[in-house]
């Protein structure tokens, strides 16, 4: 089955910088769209972005110019640069897989989403 695994949450000061990671296993043969989630108390979890197979990037936060999202497809891994943060950007922040298909644009995988368990990112003012 498919799994995510999380890394490189923590604290920091307002205009710090922090990178998350997220690698993931299971049914690595299809592709998939990659990305992170966030959710800060008392709010729905929001997209913050994702990024598909061919490195198509989708924005859903107003991150984009702060952050940047990267995969590395060779290594199943899909990044999130996190800079210049600000105390609104504390939440929690979870990786995501979904979309699965092979490269016909057919049924790979499983059919519903993946999430990790989510990594803590804390800026101060």
């Known amino acids: 089955h498919v799994q995510l695994v999380e890394s490189g949450g923590g604290s920091v000061q307002a205009g710090g910088s922090l990178r998350l990671s997220c690698s993931t296993s299971?049914?690595?043969?299809?592709?998939?769209?990659m990305g992170w989630y966030r959710q800060a108390p008392g709010k729905e979890r929001q997209l913050v972005a994702k990024v598909d197979h061919d490195h198509a990037r989708f924005w859903g936060a107003s991150v984009e110019g702060r952050f940047t999202i990267s995969r590395d497809n060779a290594a199943n891994t899909v990044y999130l640069q996190l800079d210049r943060l600000t105390p609104d950007d504390t939440a929690t922040y979870y990786c995501?897989?979904?979309?699965?298909?092979?490269?016909?644009?057919?049924?790979?995988?499983?059919?519903?989403?993946?999430w990790g368990q989510g990594t803590q990112v804390t800026v101060s003012s």
């Open positions: 995501w897989r979904g979309h699965f298909r092979d490269k016909y644009g057919g049924t790979c995988g499983p059919r519903g989403d993946v």
């Open positions: 299971g049914y690595t043969h299809c592709r998939s769209e």
